[in-house]
């Protein structure tokens, strides 16, 4: 079982930007894949952004062209770097490890405590 801990968030003007790192207790580059969720108060989980071992990335239409998602496997760690913040993007951020079968893209059970990200004036 991965254990992830989330770090980087705070309190930021919109415009700004924040990168959010992910360290993980064991290797990470033979997992399939790994994603950034967030959960604002009173909102569901949404999944912002993913990266397979692979490379490949899926954004939420809601931060594409902000955020950009990536890794350094010798590190174990994953990378959320966030642009030009808007205050709807204040939630807490979660990361998590992903599987993938029948076409379905479910997160593990288990999910740590996040890290805050507020962007206000």
């Known amino acids: 079982q991965v254990q992830l801990v989330e770090s980087g968030g705070g309190l930021v003007q919109p415009g700004g930007s924040l990168r959010l790192s992910c360290a993980a207790s064991?290797?990470?580059?033979?997992?399939?894949?790994m994603a950034w969720y967030r959960q604002a108060p009173g909102k569901q989980r949404e999944l912002v952004a993913a990266l397979t071992k692979g490379g490949s990335t899926n954004y939420a239409d809601s931060v594409k062209a902000r955020f950009t998602i990536s890794r350094d496997n010798a590190k174990n760690t994953l990378y959320l770097q966030m642009n030009s913040l808007k205050p709807e993007d204040t939630a807490v951020y979660y990361c998590?490890?992903?599987?993938?079968?029948?076409?379905?893209?479910?997160?593990?059970?288990?999910w740590g405590q996040g890290t805050q990200v507020t962007v206000s004036s």
């Open positions: 998590n490890t992903l599987s993938y079968s029948g076409n379905v893209v479910t997160p593990s059970d288990y």
């Open positions: 064991e290797s990470i580059a033979s997992i399939y894949a």
